[in-house]
């Protein structure tokens, strides 16, 4: 029974670090901009001065994220960030 236990807290500390954020900095029409991904599942982007907190949606290629306001797709070095309406065109930095 203890070696069960020990077993099962072992495998969920395991699974808390597995949860590896990622950051990826781009310039978007000369501002910054800094997208977290965690797991490919979430994201965080940062730009102008705001936080939003995304979702990611299936796409043909690349990778996108959206909510409500906003609609970031990445492919490459390059990507699209669309925020209320207002497109950027966005560049690795």
């Given at each position: 029974?203890?070696?069960?236990?020990?077993?099962?807290?072992?495998?969920?500390?395991l699974?808390g670090?597995?949860?590896?954020t990622?950051?990826?900095?781009?310039?978007?029409n000369?501002?910054k901009?800094?997208?977290?991904?965690?797991?490919?599942?979430?994201?965080?982007?940062?730009?102008?001065?705001?936080?939003?907190?995304?979702?990611?949606?299936?796409?043909?290629?690349?990778?996108?994220?959206?909510?409500?306001?906003?609609?970031?797709?990445?492919?490459?070095?390059?990507?699209?960030?669309?925020?209320?309406?207002?497109?950027?065109?966005?560049?690795?930095?």
């Amino acid at each position: 029974m203890k070696a069960t236990l020990v077993l099962m807290a072992c495998l969920l500390s395991l699974i808390g670090c597995s949860k590896k954020t990622t950051s990826t900095h781009y310039i978007c029409n000369n501002k910054k901009a800094v997208l977290s991904t965690l797991k490919n599942q979430e994201a965080e982007l940062t730009f102008n001065n705001k936080t939003y907190n995304l979702s990611h949606e299936e796409s043909a290629s690349g990778n996108k994220y959206i909510n409500k306001e906003v609609l970031f797709w990445g492919k490459g070095a390059e990507a699209m960030l669309i925020i209320l309406g207002k497109k950027y065109h966005c560049t690795l930095k």
